[in-house]
């Protein structure tokens, strides 16, 4: 299952969905977790607090996370995870080891709570 985390370091994650410009993506089964890749995306939040470029900011995101379940993060506002849900993609939001967090998403989305 590939899952997108927002992270500065891989080992821990510590970014916000809206301020992070690398996503890591991992694959994630039962057994294990996988580092894939890291994609570039363009900042979701800007200076403008009414993100009004929001459907131009998210569709490009979307397209770095196409085949993703799932994106974790510290935290993501209404409208970004409303957005993601529509493309599919569950957000989780956790604090702490990426390893951690990975399986918390990955047994939830197993078990179709998500």
Known sequence: MLIA??????????LHFG????????????QSVCRLNEVEVAQYC?????????EQ??????????GCRAVVC?????????????????AFTAQGPVEDALHNAFVL???GGC
Do not use: W, Y
């Open 46 to 54: 800007t200076s403008d607090p009414n993100h009004t470029e929001h």
């Open 19 to 30: 301020k992070t410009s690398i996503f890591t993506l991992f694959d994630v089964t039962e």
């Open 109 to 111: 989305l197993s078990a």
């Open 5 to 14: 985390v927002a992270t500065s370091s891989g080992q821990e994650v510590d």
């Open 74 to 90: 510290v935290q993501i506002g209404d409208l970004p995870r409303m957005s993601l849900a529509e493309a599919g993609i569950q």
């Open 57 to 66: 900011r998210f569709s490009a995101i979307a397209k770095c996370l196409d």
